[in-house]
């Protein structure tokens, strides 16, 4: 990623449309809510209002799953006091989808405080869901105090190194990394020279015309490095990606729903299902967004994910939780 | 967990006054102790700590509290100390007893910094 799309995106974000570049993003607070369809490498989006417009151009039933991230079970604070409320009808609304999840992602920080008694909750609210397949990656919540031990017991029973891992639907490839260990002061995300080098050697075998869907907790993209909102060695995971024709990389943490697309690549972060976060410098800190209470709904959600065979085409929808 | 903090604050404490009291001609000591008595505290706020740098005498207990809502840690970027991870109005306490620059930060938010300058 250059600098200059890196600043384009700090002092762009959260106007509409498309830039001189050619790049298009859509930014939207869950609240607001877009509908975006890539084909081509170009992202078109459009506005809740006109959803069902858009939906009539996904053909259903080929494959279609949801991302969840940042429950932060645990979190008791004035931004949310009822995270497991919330989480609740995050999984009500994933159930209503009227093209049904096959399964579902949970981008990271499934709890609060890494205790046993908060993925025990999460667990628990996510045995409600339609989808019974649920792969996680960690956030770094999720790996306080212990490196990560916990997780892997709970989690990461399938996965190699420190929880990384991945699998093939319906011919799309999936890659869960970890980006939210062994954090060096100053810096960013890390995936790590271990993992990089299994990542190179999994997608090493595979078609270019296949479609990769890369998630993981902190962005891989650089969203706003001054509070910690990208990874180090992201280029250096992308660079393995360059030949494929469609990767969409899905990301959490930042508890706000941001879009982008570079080349073949769309970035997409998800929103919270527990609290927002401020937009990228517009707060002292990226501290929990206190919001009145009767629009908090409207800034925490789900995203519904779509993909069509032969279109190369992923479309990605944002919901409120509202 | 807390208790043992308390403990070890209290230890320090005692024997910083001690200290202070049984070299209370040299001359210098003093000022250190005042300094000492003002200064040995960080206060976690806004995902940064303050002060970011904080210049103390040896023997110095240094108490950090999280005043934020997000959980932070403070970590000595050589592994020297490195709290639990302290929830909203936790705190950590280290004694300082060797002369030298420790830079520390947030393992959870590694652009949070700070360091504590021991003289």
């Known amino acids: 990623m250059t600098e200059k799309s890196k600043d384009e995106l700090l002092h762009d974000h959260n106007h509409d449309g498309v830039d001189r570049r050619g790049f298009l993003k859509c930014m939207a607070w869950a609240g607001t809510g877009a509908f975006c369809v890539m084909q081509g490498g170009v992202l078109k989006s459009y506005s809740m209002s006109n959803m069902s417009q858009a939906a009539s151009k996904i053909t259903a039933g080929q494959l279609s799953f949801v991302q969840i991230s940042d429950s932060h ?27 049904p999840a096959e399964f579902m992602l949970h981008t990271g920080d499934i709890s609060h405080l890494s205790k046993p008694e908060e993925f025990d909750t999460v667990d628990q609210i996510l045995k409600g869901a339609t989808p019974k397949d649920i792969f996680y990656v960690p956030g770094e919540h999720d790996m306080l105090n212990d490196d990560g031990k916990q997780y892997m017991e709970r989690y990461g029973k399938n996965t190699k190194g420190s929880g990384w891992y991945s699998f093939d ?4 490839h999936f890659i869960g990394l970890v980006n939210v260990l062994n954090l060096k002061a100053g810096g960013l995300g890390t995936l790590g020279h271990d993992q990089l080098e299994w990542m190179e050697d999994d997608v090493k075998h595979l078609k270019s015309s296949t479609p990769i869907v890369v998630f993981a907790h902190i962005p891989l993209w650089s969203v706003y490095p001054e509070w910690g909102w990208g990874t180090e060695d992201s280029a250096q995971a992308l660079a393995y990606l360059k ?16 879009q982008k697309v570079e080349g073949s690549v769309t970035f997409h972060t998800a929103a919270s ?16 967004m206190k919001v009145p209470a009767e629009q908090l709904k409207s800034v925490l959600g789900i995203t519904d994910v779509n993909y069509v065979h032969g279109q190369h085409a992923l479309a990605v929808v944002d919901s409120s939780l509202a | 967990m807390r208790r043992i903090v308390s403990t070890a604050v209290l230890f320090a404490t005692t024997f910083g006054v001690g200290f202070a009291g049984m070299f209370a001609g040299a001359g210098n000591l003093p000022a250190a102790a005042q300094q000492k008595a003002d200064a040995t505290e960080v206060k976690i706020d806004n995902f940064s700590f303050g002060p970011a740098e904080l210049k103390v005498p040896v023997g110095t207990t240094v108490t950090w509290t999280n005043r934020d809502d997000i959980p932070h840690t403070a970590v000595s970027n050589d592994k020297i100390f490195k709290s639990k991870v302290l929830d909203t109005d936790e705190k950590f306490s280290f004694t300082f007893s060797k002369p030298g620059t420790y830079e520390y930060f947030c393992s959870i938010h590694p652009k949070m910094t700070g360091k504590i300058v021991v003289q």
């Not at chain 1, 299902?273 to 929990?288: M, N």
């Open chain 1, 73 to 99: 079970m645990g979190f008791n604070k004035a931004a949310n006091p009822d995270v497991v409320g919330t989480l609740k009808t995050a999984v009500d609304k994933v159930n209503a989808l009227s093209t």
């Open chain 1, 169 to 172: 639907k319906k011919g799309v």
């Open chain 1, 243 to 258: 030949k494929f024709g469609s990767v969409t990389v899905l990301n959490g943490h930042i508890h706000q729903t941001m």
């Open chain 1, 273 to 288: 299902t527990a609290f927002p976060q401020p937009e990228p410098g517009k707060a002292p800190s990226p501290g929990p």
